[in-house]
């Protein structure tokens, strides 16, 4: 089954320890990214992944870190997470080309609490 | 991208038709016009696209008008788990290709 997969789902963490949500998908997309959703403020993208070792940012990208070492993932490190970054996660994937933009896949969502 | 503008809620029979407008009104002649929804906290899920033909597909029917400032997504037979935020989403070929912008999208009740 085709698929973005997320871990862990829920997570609760204290300031400053470092932390990474991992993402994965299995179509074979050369397009990943991170956003997240805040109430009031709908999704926002953190960063972004065109392809292997290709990363750029997002328009919220303080704060966070990612890399692309192989094409089916694409973690989120938080080095020093802060209170102001609980919030629901969402790593999404497309194939890239010709056309029209691609249909983006999304995973199920990494909710987050950091007191 | 161009900007959206969608109702803040709507409600719909369980069984009916769910119509959810969208307005585009400056939308360019290279974009599309896309719809995902979100339900309750769950990752958004793609619905269909379009650019200026009507569309339709296994969920749902877009149609846009003729001179493209606006589309209505239609949900056929609406059932209880159809209840979910919908998103209007302009996108141009090129340029931003993968940052979505969701706006604040339409809350669509189902109810029985």
């Known amino acids: 089954e085709a698929q973005v997969t997320q871990n862990p789902r829920y997570l609760i963490t204290v300031t400053g320890k470092k932390l990474t949500v991992t993402c994965s998908q299995n179509m074979n997309h050369e397009y990943m990214s991170w956003y997240r959703q805040d109430p009031g403020l709908g999704l926002r993208q953190i960063y972004y992944?065109?392809?292997?070792?290709?990363?750029d940012k997002g328009d919220v990208p303080e704060g966070y870190k990612v890399s692309r070492k192989e094409k089916r993932n694409f973690p989120l490190i938080l080095e020093s997470p802060s209170p102001n970054q609980t919030s629901l996660y969402f790593c999404?994937?497309?194939?890239?080309?010709?056309?029209?933009?691609?249909?983006?896949?999304f995973g199920p969502g990494t909710r987050l609490l950091v007191l | 991208d161009a900007k959206t503008t969608q109702p803040t809620s709507m409600d719909c029979a369980e069984g009916r038709a769910a119509n959810l407008p969208c307005n585009h009104s400056?939308?360019?002649?290279?974009?599309?016009v896309y719809w995902y929804r979100q339900i309750h906290s769950q990752g958004p899920q793609y619905i269909i696209h379009?650019?200026?033909n009507n569309e339709t597909n296994e969920m749902a029917s877009l149609i846009i008008t003729e001179d493209r400032k606006s589309s209505t997504l239609i949900l056929p037979h609406a059932t209880l788990r159809d209840t979910a935020v919908y998103y209007c989403?302009?996108?141009?070929?090129?340029?931003?290709?993968?940052?979505?912008?969701f706006g604040k999208g339409t809350k669509l009740s189902v109810k029985p």
């Open positions: 400056t939308i360019s002649g290279n974009e599309y």
């Open positions: 989403i302009v996108r141009a070929l090129g340029g931003s290709q993968g940052n979505l912008i």
């Open positions: 999404a994937s497309s194939s890239r080309g010709q056309g029209a933009p691609k249909t983006q896949y």
């Open positions: 379009g650019l200026k």
């Open positions: 992944s065109m392809n292997v070792e290709v990363t």
